[in-house]
């Protein structure tokens, strides 16, 4: 479950149980894989990236990543948060798509967007929070924007407030903006990106806007527990053929009649999903010479 960090507040607690259901493993198969793979810490702990070239075996939810890079903590229009959790770690392709969704936040006046979780150094499961994040594959950037950048100790723990109001089940407009939707847009557009996950209340939203094109809506995926972060899943890269894709979202903008029952008396179930196994070669990743990786991407 979610560490200390992870219950600042109450809507951070639900955001890392809403990452933690996503593509959810049922209990008795995450049990199973802990069995023959060890806990999640021993993921957690590993020094740094496995060595070589950038390679990603599994799915989200079951997987792992050789080489992964480190996200600079700072660029243009963002800056990394939660750092001392060392999950800024991904595949090069999703550290280059982060610094240009900042340069593109930085262009449309979005102040500094914050990042949040990524990948461990070699992916695999965490001890606390997600059930996905495992491939290098995922960000979490939140919806709090910051006008300054904050040193980093400042960056623990920070509160991530909810941009949906509870009392109307509706965005509250001084939290979550036009540019905020721009941003959700602007990820949801580019041809890296297979799911962005938004909380409902903010699919329902997005689906109000009049957009010209509206193609982009369907890969927006109404998912509980993302008030207060837009979680990015990239696509498989190419050359990648160990990587495991999910199916297509389904066909359509997934608005109107597709979103209601969300809002009925019985939203849908969101632990559905079995687990599949890991990929085999993530034990090799796990146990790859931590001497020759201790030095690869280190934080300064
Ligand atoms: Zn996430």
Not at 58 to 86: F, K, M, T
Not at 128 to 147: K, M, N, P, Y
Request: aromatic share 6%; with cysteine; hydrophobic share 40%.
């Amino acid at each position: 479950m979610a560490d200390r960090r992870d219950r600042t507040t109450a809507g951070k607690a639900l955001a890392a149980l809403g990452c933690a259901v996503m593509m959810a493993a049922g209990t008795a198969a995450a049990t199973e894989r802990l069995a023959t793979e060890g806990p999640a810490n021993e993921w957690s702990s590993v020094p740094g990236p496995a060595p070589g070239p950038a390679r990603v075996f599994g799915a989200h939810s079951a997987g792992c990543i050789a080489g992964a890079e480190p996200l600079p903590p700072d660029g243009e229009g963002y800056q990394a948060v939660d750092l001392d959790r060392r999950r800024y770690y991904g595949h090069p392709e999703l550290v280059t798509f982060v610094r240009d969704l900042g340069r593109a936040a930085a262009a449309m006046g979005m102040g500094t967007l914050l990042v949040g979780d990524m990948a461990q150094p070699r992916g695999g499961p965490m001890a606390s929070g997600h059930v996905s994040h495992q491939t290098g594959l995922d960000v979490d950037i939140w919806f709090r924007v910051e006008a300054e950048r904050l040193p980093l100790p400042a960056r623990e723990g920070l509160e991530q407030p909810p941009v949906v109001d509870p009392a109307t089940g509706r965005p509250d407009p001084a939290l979550w903006t036009l540019g905020h939707a721009e941003m959700v847009r602007w990820t949801a557009s580019d041809p890296r990106v297979a799911r962005v996950f938004v909380g409902p209340a903010l699919k329902r939203d997005l689906c109000e806007r009049p957009w010209a094109d509206r193609s982009w809506l369907r890969r927006v995926r109404p998912w509980p527990g993302h008030d207060d972060h837009m979680h990015v899943r990239l696509a498989c890269p190419a050359g990648e053929a160990a990587c495991v894709s999910q199916p297509p979202p389904p066909p359509g903008d997934g608005c109107g009649a597709a979103l209601d029952p969300w809002f009925g008396p019985a939203p849908p179930a969101v632990a559905t999903r079995p687990a599949a196994p890991r990929h085999p070669q993530c034990r090799a990743v796990l146990t790859a010479d931590t001497a020759a990786a201790a030095n690869n991407g280190v934080l300064p």
